[in-house]
T-cell receptor, first 115, second 116 residues
Framework: DVKVTQSSRYLVKRTGEKVFLECVQDMDHENMFWYRQDPGLGLRLIYFSYDVKMKEKGDIPEGYSVSREKKERFSLILESASTNQTSMYLC??????????????FGEGSRLTVL | AQTVTQSQPEMSVQEAETVTLSCTYDTSESDYYLFWYKQPPSRQMILVIRQEAYKQQNATENRFSVNFQKAAKSFSLKISDSQLGDAAMYFCAYRSLETSGSRLTFGEGTQLTVNP
C-alpha cells in the first residue's frame, strides 16, 4: 500500500513565524501535491511538483513556497505565517502512466493554527 | 478552468437506507476522470470510486455506485445499505485528461451523517 506521511498532525504557531510542513511518500511517485482544506471551500491546490526540483503554482500559491530536493519528499513552507493561513493542509502523491486514472493518495493532514 | 460543485453541504441517512450525494461539474473537455473521495473524521482521505468519461457504464464498488450523466455534467454517488462507518466528508473531484497533468479539482464537500 502507498503510504504518504505528514510530519505533524497538529501545529500551533505565532504570526510571523516560519513554518515547515513535511511530506514523505514511499511509492516512488513522481507527482506530489499540497492542498489546503477549509470548510465550505473544499480542497484548493497550493503547489505541485512533477519531479525533483520542479514545482508549479496551483490556485492559491500566495504566501507559500515549496521544496522538492528528493523524489520522496515535498515540503510546504510558510515564510511568515499569518492568521488566515490557519487551516488543514493535505499532501498527496500519484504516479501517472498510460491508462492510469491519476488517483491521488493522501496523507493524514496537518492542522495548522496560527495565533 | 474546470469547476466542481457539491450543492449539499450536509446530508443524513438512516442506517441500512440509501442516500445519494450530488455533484456537478463544468468542463469543455470530452475526456476526463471523475472521483469520489471519503474523509472519515480525523482520518486520511481515501478513494471511493472513479469513472472515466468515455465509459458509458456507471462504475460500481460494492455498496457504492455512481450515476454519471455526461451531457448534464452530473456525477452523483449512491450509497446503499448505509453503515455507521460511512459517516464522513465526501468530496467529488475532476481530473482532465487533456490539460493540467495529474492535478485534481475538488468540490466543496458533503458531510454525511448516518443515524442508527
Amino acid at each position: 500500500d502507498v503510504k504518504v506521511t505528514q510530519s505533524s498532525r497538529y501545529l500551533v504557531k505565532r504570526t510571523g513565524e516560519k513554518v515547515f510542513l513535511e511530506c514523505v511518500q514511499d511509492m516512488d511517485h513522481e507527482n506530489m501535491f499540497w492542498y489546503r482544506q477549509d470548510p465550505g471551500l473544499g480542497l484548493r491546490l497550493i503547489y505541485f511538483s512533477y519531479d525533483v526540483k520542479m514545482k508549479e503554482k496551483g490556485d492559491i500559491p500566495e504566501g507559500y513556497s515549496v521544496s522538492r530536493e528528493k523524489k520522496e519528499r515535498f515540503s510546504l513552507i510558510l515564510e511568515s505565517a499569518s492568521t488566515n493561513q490557519t487551516s488543514m493542509y493535505l499532501c498527496a502523491s500519484t504516479q501517472l502512466w498510460l491508462g492510469s486514472s491519476g488517483e491521488l493518495f493522501f496523507g493524514e493532514g496537518s492542522r495548522l493554527t496560527v495565533l | 478552468a474546470q469547476t466542481v460543485t457539491q450543492s449539499q453541504p450536509e446530508m443524513s441517512v438512516q442506517e441500512a437506507e440509501t442516500v445519494t450525494l450530488s455533484c456537478t461539474y463544468d468542463t469543455s473537455e470530452s475526456d476526463y476522470y471523475l472521483f469520489w473521495y471519503k474523509q472519515p473524521p480525523s482520518r486520511q482521505m481515501i478513494l471511493v470510486i472513479r469513472q472515466e468519461a468515455y465509459k458509458q457504464q456507471n462504475a460500481t464498488e460494492n455498496r457504492f455506485s455512481v450515476n454519471f450523466q455526461k451531457a448534464a455534467k452530473s456525477f452523483s454517488l449512491k450509497i446503499s445499505d448505509s453503515q455507521l462507518g460511512d459517516a464522513a466528508m465526501y468530496f467529488c473531484a475532476y481530473r482532465s485528461l487533456e490539460t493540467s497533468g495529474s492535478r485534481l479539482t475538488f468540490g466543496e464537500g458533503t458531510q454525511l451523517t448516518v443515524n442508527p
